[in-house]
């Protein structure tokens, strides 16, 4: 399928400048379009067919791009912040510059994040109609009991406005430190840490496992991050 852009819109979503700096370097002879300089930002280029190069270095389209990051605590969930390193600083093979995480995870909390650009797929996973399950990790303050999980079950009471939808409390340790795992359907600021002040105990750690069919991998470290599959892409979608 032919897909068309000008020039200067194409140099820039792969990140070659803004337009005022794109159209200077076209100025200055630095881009080529199928090995001929082009002066004119207005130029359609194919993205399909056509080679671009700036400064003799080939620069390929990308439409969309899809990474799955095992976010580390202490950044935080934001595409710029003027005082802390984001999750976007940390994707360091884009060739994008308009990624952004889908949702976000609080600064301290440690998992797995889907960095895209994709609005459509963003939209559908984080569309409180859809309930796209999120499972967390946790370890809590206090002894959680089946009580508990009873109460999760039918829907926590976190304040006068807002009552969480039933979610599943599956519980892995139960002592001082109890270690547990969360199914939410809905993702509210603190929600998962707000959840469990409402039954009086401390989420002391917190790390998301996985998101709808798309699970942490094992093998990325805590800061690291690859693409995603084309499978895992087509299981997301659907």
């Known amino acids: 399928m032919k897909e068309v852009l000008r020039l200067d819109k194409y140099l820039c979503d792969m ?12 100025k200055k002879g630095r881009v080529t379009v199928n090995d001929v300089i082009v002066k004119e930002p207005e130029k359609k280029i194919d993205i399909n067919k056509d080679l671009v190069t700036f400064d003799h270095n080939k620069v390929g389209y990308v439409s969309y791009e899809y990474y799955m990051l095992n976010k580390p605590a202490g950044v935080v969930s934001a595409t710029s912040d003027n005082t802390c390193d984001t999750v976007i600083d940390l994707i360091e093979s884009a060739a994008r510059k308009d990624l952004f995480p889908v ?8 998992g797995l994040l889907l960095i895209t650009n994709d609005g459509a797929l963003t939209h559908q996973l984080l569309s409180p109609k859809k309930h796209v399950g999120k499972v967390y990790y946790a370890k809590v303050r206090g002894v959680v009991t089946e009580e508990d999980v009873r109460i999760f079950r039918e829907g926590v009471v976190i304040s006068e406005d807002f009552k969480a939808l039933p979610a599943e409390l599956v519980i892995l340790q139960s002592d001082e430190i109890s270690e547990i795992e969360l199914t939410i359907y809905e993702g509210k600021f603190h929600q998962v840490k707000r959840m469990f002040e409402a039954v009086e105990k401390e989420v002391i750690y917190l790390k998301r496992l996985s998101m709808g069919i798309l699970k942490l991998d094992e093998n990325l470290a805590v800061g690291e991050y690859r693409e995603l599959t084309k499978e895992e892409l087509l299981s997301l979608k659907k």
Do not use: A, F, P
């Open 15 to 26: 990140g070659i400048g803004t337009r005022s700096e794109v159209k200077t370097y076209m």
């Open 103 to 110: 949702g976000r995870l609080d600064k301290d909390t440690e």
